[in-house]
């Protein structure tokens, strides 16, 4: 990136940054939520992209490491009296990272389609654990629970309303956006590019891949369960049709939507596919399965738009 | 002024001076009336017609649970296009908004979210599966909406998770199992194999039916729970073997119908009493299941016969307008279940209780909780399946329970338990509001 482009970069953000700031104060409240609501799944297909963009791993995973950040956040807040929102946050990122490390073992061995079907299959394996737990997880109803205040101790402790939540929603996502950058253009962000093009010259060169692997996707599902905390705390409660591999579906979605391997770009197509499902089941009345052109735009974007909104925004800009 | 002043040159641009003529009038009265029609909502609904109350109805109409979702809603439409029929309520009419929740608990919470935000409901009726309605249960506490749920059966809804603003005006486990348990001991046998939906509303009523029929002096063998959506029972029920009297089924929906046919192909039916939840044999499932299900003895809160407690003009009416109703989104003609009756009753509790407490908004959400509190429902046209109480400890009602068995491909009554001879103990604490 040259010097020139790069300020045109920290521009864009800065303004990007300034409007969603104001947002929540000019939004109407249904709006201001929904607007949250996109940040969250965007920070979850942006960790997806860590795997499928730069590592050229397609994880249906993800819906598992979502889930679980959110049971663990909700066993911090069910646990503790009053509930505390540091505690659910290290509960949330203990359970999605020890998910992820364990799935990581088995599934990195594998690649390509193998990889992908194996992480589905973890999913579901964590799926029907949840679902059948009924004791601990309550089964299929799912849990719900008091949402904590937004505290720092000694210094201030106030409840979250829709403008506090969006903002800390809009902190956290930023803050992981810039460390996920930072990573992606590190050494290791270069090792995983590296696997993603060639994945035996990599390893030929005397890189340890598998470890590489574990490593991408241990980071993956630690920020995917950051935004499933992030849910849990939004919406008090927690349910296992988020860690159905439908979820990781969705997720792959965002991704092809707003483009691969560009970190924003999830973000976009996350923000385009809910903005999308939602302006059509206005359009055509909820009585009328408006999936179905839901579907139609996807496909003609995969058509027309392979390398998503992003790429498409990139390719425009640079004409 | 002189009297020709209209034929003045300054009186030329504002007096008309052509000829009046039945074709003007026709045209400028038509015209008027279309500008009528088109003057905004808001501006009709400040000087105009009267406002109308608007009221949420949020069921799945596409994903897992949109069968029973779809039926759901013509009970709650039939309501709502009957009342506005007869004037509305406190002469204002109902504005029914619809919403899909996909099945999914994240989208109903949305859609519950855009009705209390940007729709600005007055009232909602609705909830159909479980999940969805316990994920929602907070939004509408928070918002201080009274919600009606009109299929949802998790019993913890009105007992450990209850709150003052949700009622359930239809049955739930525990007093069904009140009902059933010795029923099923007296007449059909002493020990039992439970099989089971393995998932909450399957595992309470499994818990409610055990709890039961031991009281009722009988006994619980053991209990198979089948993981919801198991297209392939065989595994499970191949398992079901032993000395018991009877299997009772805890099943809905498309597993109604799985368990029902699985069960008598492995020959269960024929050696065992085959008993079970009334939503086995919904009216919906009956033609998937065929002949399988015959002999099959169940519970519910409502099965679409004319016959005993259900032939009555108030019933035939309901009956027939369903029927007729559900004929229109679905051309085999399904007979009315249970979701259709659950949500025409809450929706028409919900306008007795507007009306008693001369509800006008949001505003008036409390009055409307302490009308509905204890409401008395009598046989009429607003409630055609027969009186029930509105219990206000635990805003839980206790209908009229009906045990049935399938004879030539139809319900037959075989014996009725009103709905004061179910009463199960409250076990919720609202918090104070």
Known sequence: MTKRTNTSYWIAFSIVL???????????????????????????????????????????????????????????????????????????????????????????????????????????????????????????????????????????????????????????????????????????????????????????????????????????????????VLYAVQNRFAAPDFIFFLVSGETVIFNVMGGIGTLVGPIVGAGFFLLMREFLSRLFGDQFPYLIPLGVVFIVMIIFLPQGLLGFARRWLNR | MSEKWKEEDWAQGVWYSGKVTRRRVVGWGGGAIGALMLVPAPWRAAFGQAKPYKIGAINPLSGAGAAGGKTALVGVQMAVDRINAMGGVNGRPIELIVADDESKPDVGRRKTSKLVDEDQIDAHVGGFLSNICLACMPVWEEAKIVNMISVCLDTTLTTTKCNRYSFRVHDYAPAQAVAFAPYLIKSLGKKWHIAYADYSWGQSTRDAYAQEIKKAGGEIVETTGIPLGTADMTPFLSKVTGQFDGLLGIFFGKDGVTIGNQAYDLGLTKRYKWAGDGAIAESTNLPALGNKIEGFVGINRYIPIQEGPFNTPEHKKFFDESKARLAKIDPSGPLPDRYVQSNYEAMNALRVGMEKSKFRGREDTMKLIEALEGLQMKLSDDFPTGDKLLRKDDHQAFPLQVIFEIKDGKHRIIETIPGDKTLFPPACKFAST
């Open chain 1, 18 to 228: 300034a409007l969603l700031i104001i947002a929540p104060l000019v939004l109407p409240e249904f709006w201001r939520r929904f607007l949250t609501e996109i940040l969250i799944w965007g920070l979850l297909a942006m960790s997806s992209d860590i795997l499928i963009g730069y590592t050229g791993m397609i994880s249906f995973g993800h819906s598992a490491f979502f889930g679980l950040g959110m049971y663990g956040a909700a066993a911090a807040l069910l646990m503790f009296s009053p509930p505390n929102l540091w505690l659910a946050l290290a509960f949330g990122l203990v359970a999605s990272a020890l998910i992820a490390l364990f799935v990581a073992y088995f599934s990195t061995r594998l690649r390509d389609i193998y990889f992908a079907i194996t992480t589905l299959i973890f999913s579901q394996i964590f799926y029907v654990i949840v679902f059948t737990w009924t004791e601990v997880t309550g089964g299929e109803n799912g849990l719900n629970f008091p949402r904590p205040r937004l505290a720092i101790p000694g210094l201030f402790s106030v409840p979250f309303t829709s403008e506090t939540m969006h903002w800390f929603v809009l902190a956290v996502v930023t803050a992981s956006y810039l460390i996920l950058r930072r990573v992606t253009r590190s050494p290791f962000g270069m090792v995983l590019q590296s696997i993603r093009e060639n994945e035996p010259r990599t390893r030929a060169i005397g890189y340890p891949v598998e470890r590489y692997k574990i490593v991408a996707v241990m980071l993956s599902g630690l920020f995917a369960g950051l935004a499933g």
